[in-house]
């Protein structure tokens, strides 16, 4: 029993350092335009100029002055997964997230890096109580990333298994800190 669960750690823990490898090697290649007049609504990306939508655009100004940063996976515990199927699931979730915000909100995904990249992974019993978590972190301006399982091994196609949420710490507490480690 002890053995399972540390390699689940193991897994989870190797899954989450190869995403953050990914998150130096391509996070080198965004740098603000300094010419906007705000450094956070334009980006310059590969020498192309884009738009930081509302909700990201505030992850940005969050990253300028609160200091530590963290991703909060939700893992569904009524879908009864094996500890590899979660361990795939978190580490699609947190590449989906990363995908999501990486141009758009470069500073919030470097300051979770100057964090030590905190990942912490709690339990929900349901698609509704997640659902409901997504809700209350879109309001306050938090990214977030619900994986859907295409269903080819252990549960039903288009379950949604696993949520993540990155920011301030005590924002994503807010919407994760009553959740139980899993």
């Keep these: 029993m002890i053995e399972t669960a540390w390699l689940s750690a193991f897994l989870i823990g190797a899954s989450c350092l190869a995403v953050g490898y990914l998150v130096g090697v391509r996070h080198s290649a965004v740098r603000m335009n300094p010419a906007s007049t705000s450094s956070t609504d334009k980006l310059t990306i590969n020498g192309k100029k884009k ?13 300028d002055i609160l200091e530590d940063f ?3 996976l939700v893992v569904r515990n009524d879908l009864k997964m094996g500890k590899g199927k979660i361990a795939a699931q978190c580490s699609h979730a947190t590449l989906g997230l990363y995908k999501k915000i990486l141009d758009r909100a470069p500073k919030a995904l470097n300051r ?9 992974v709690v339990k929900i019993e349901s698609e509704d109580e997640m659902l409901t978590l997504q809700e209350r ?12 399982d295409a269903g080819r091994t252990q549960i039903a196609p288009n379950s949604r298994t696993v949520m993540c949420v990155l920011g301030p710490a005590d924002m994503v507490d807010d919407v994760t800190g009553g959740l139980k480690l899993l």
């Design 112 to 120: 979770w890096e100057m964090c030590g990249q905190v990942k912490v």
């Design 137 to 148: 972190a879109k309001s306050l301006h938090l990214p977030t990333h619900i994986t859907i």
């Design 70 to 72: 963290k991703m909060v």
């Design 51 to 63: 738009s930081l939508s509302k909700p990201l655009l505030e992850i940005e100004r969050l990253a």
